[in-house]
């Protein structure tokens, strides 16, 4: 009989998708079921900065935004048990996919523009939709940006007419398989 693996892998799970695709809803009741810590990378970064994102946005620009949540992911490496929910644009920068990677399972939270469009247009607090055509802007960033989440994703989920409880369950299943058989290192 082998003895136990004394220093078993850590496990994470982070998500990523666009504006308003539920990172937070899902992964704040994910975290809550598996009794893993929670991490929003955008609390983070305004924790860090000591302002709200629009207000970073505005005074220092996007760029000083992308500096602050990269060194969050990179705060992050190492760290067991936990469920992280990204920043919809964290993947725009390149040696941001590694980090994201470097963490844990990277699930891909994939919604259509429709269900993108119903759920940011309520919400004002994002500086990047603040433009004449959010419409518009959300479907020629979401455009952009799928290759990307598509390039970081160990795995996709396509949440059109899944409620979040489903979704959770879909993550649940395949996470199992995910740390059954890690891919490796
Ligand atoms: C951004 C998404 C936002 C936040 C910032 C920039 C983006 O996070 O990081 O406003 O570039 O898509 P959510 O995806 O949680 O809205």
């Not at 005074?59 to 920043?87: M, Q, W, Y």
């Not at 994703?153 to 199992?176: E, K, L, M, P, Y």
Request: glycine residues 8%; charged residues 25%; aromatic residues 8%.
């Amino acid at each position: 009989m082998s003895a136990p693996d004394p220093d078993p892998a850590p496990q994470c799970i982070v998500l990523i998708g666009f504006m308003g695709s539920g990172k937070t809803t899902v992964g704040r009741v994910l975290a809550h079921q598996l009794g893993w810590k929670f991490c929003d990378t955008d609390h983070r970064v305004v924790k860090t900065a000591g302002k709200e994102i629009p207000r970073i946005f505005a005074e220092d620009g996007e760029d000083a935004f992308r500096k602050i949540e990269s060194g969050v992911l990179n705060s992050l490496a190492g760290s067991d048990r936990i469920v992280v929910a990204t920043g919809g644009g964290v993947v725009t920068r390149p040696e941001n996919i590694p980090l994201l990677r470097a963490i844990g399972f990277v699930v891909w939270l994939d919604a259509p523009e429709e269900d993108i469009f119903q759920r940011v247009s309520r919400n004002k607090k994002r500086p990047l939709l603040q433009t004449e055509n959010p419409r518009e802007t959300v479907r020629t960033l979401l455009a952009t940006r799928a290759p990307l989440y598509q390039s970081a994703a160990d795995c996709v989920i396509q949440t059109h007419g899944f409620n979040w409880h489903s979704v959770i369950r879909i993550i649940h299943q395949r996470a199992d398989q995910y740390f059954s058989n890690p891919p490796p290192a």
